[in-house]
Nanobody, 115 residues
Framework: QVHLVESGGGWVQPGGSLRLSCVASGGDFSTYFMAWYRQAPGQERELLATINTSHNRNYIDSVKDRFAISRDNAKNTVFLQMNNLESSDTAVYYC?????????WGQGTQVTVSS
């Protein structure tokens, strides 16, 4: 069983930055395909960025110039650096770990962007 805990969310003004972290416990983190999602009120959960075991990264268009995903296998942690935040980025942010046919989710961390 893999347990994921996100942190780093909070309130920030438009144009600001936040760095989210997701620490994994259980299993071999280095073998997991990691991803960040977000879910805004009344909307479906949205995939934002992925990073595979070779550190290859992919992003959706709306964040690719502002967000950066990275991983530190020695710390069992995946990060999401978010810059130039906009009010539309307000959501609960979740990390996901994929291993074969199994997927594990964290509990989420709230990000609020407002002035």
């Amino acid at each position: 069983q893999v347990h994921l805990v996100e942190s780093g969310g909070g309130w920030v003004q438009p144009g600001g930055s936040l760095r989210l972290s997701c620490v994994a416990s259980g299993g071999d983190f280095s073998t997991y395909f990691m991803a960040w999602y977000r879910q805004a009120p009344g909307q479906e959960r949205e995939l934002l960025a992925t990073i595979n075991t070779s550190h290859n990264r992919n992003y959706i268009d709306s964040v690719k110039d502002r967000f950066a995903i990275s991983r530190d296998n020695a710390k069992n942690t995946v990060f999401l650096q978010m810059n130039n935040l906009e009010s539309s980025d307000t959501a609960v942010y979740y990390c996901r770990a994929g291993s074969g046919t199994r997927a594990y989710w964290g509990q989420g961390t709230q990000v609020t962007v407002s002035s």
